[in-house]
Structure formats: structure tokens, C-alpha cells
Nanobody
């Protein structure tokens, strides 16, 4: 599956942005999707993930209550709604896809992702 992320930009602290990730291919609904971010000088981290059906979600502690991941399998698109943005949310955001596992363990969101989109820059000014 090929992925294209978009929707980043410059926003003031407290503002909102919605990232979108469009996927090609007819098997999108068989993939778990994740949003990752990487800030300068820091390692890439998983921000949020969603299972193929949308029935399972994961959020990093740093974004819980502020970010919402969702997907529309009919449109082959996954979204990341980001509210109450903080300067520390500044990073390049990436979407990624992995085949859904047969059994979902507690670390399902951290398993290896097979496909990555190009990054989209999110900058939050103070």
C-alpha cells in the first residue's frame, strides 16, 4: 500500500489541525494504521494507531485527550485530529501501515510497519 500524508502546517499553541493520510490499493481495510512523529534531535515515536476496523485505538500518553485517530475505509483514508496543540507537538508527522495481526496482543500498535508515507511538518508556535 502506498501512503500520502497531508494537512500539516503552522498553528498557534492551543489551535487545531487535522492530518490526513490517503492510501492506494484495494486492501486498505486489512491494514492497521499508525501516526508517528519525529522532532529534531529526537527519535521517532508512535503517536496514535488504529486497527483495521477502527475497533482498537492507541494513543501515546503525551497526546491522550487531545488527539483523535479515525479512519474511513470507504475512502482509504486515516485521519489524525489534533486539538489543544502545544509547542512540543512540533515535529514531522508520518503515517504508516501494517498488515493486521491474526491476534491482537497488548503491543499490537508497536509491531513492525511495512509502508510509510512521506512526512508532513507540523509547527506549533508559542
Amino acid at each position: 500500500v502506498q501512503l500520502q500524508a497531508y494537512g500539516g502546517g503552522l498553528v498557534q499553541a492551543g489551535g487545531s489541525l487535522r492530518l490526513s493520510c490517503a492510501a492506494s490499493g484495494r486492501t486498505f481495510s486489512s491494514y492497521d494504521m499508525g501516526w508517528f512523529r519525529q522532532a529534531p534531535g529526537k527519535e521517532r515515536e508512535v503517536v496514535a494507531a488504529i486497527s483495521w476496523s477502527g475497533g482498537r485505538t492507541y494513543y501515546a500518553d503525551s497526546v491522550k485527550g487531545r488527539f483523535t485517530i479515525s479512519r474511513d475505509n470507504a475512502k482509504n483514508t486515516v485521519y489524525l485530529q489534533m486539538n489543544s496543540l502545544k509547542p512540543e507537538d512540533t515535529a514531522v508527522y508520518y503515517c504508516a501501515a501494517k498488515k493486521s495481526p491474526h491476534v491482537y496482543g497488548s503491543n499490537w500498535y508497536a509491531l513492525k510497519y511495512d509502508s510509510w508515507g512521506q512526512g508532513t511538518q507540523v509547527t506549533v508556535s508559542s
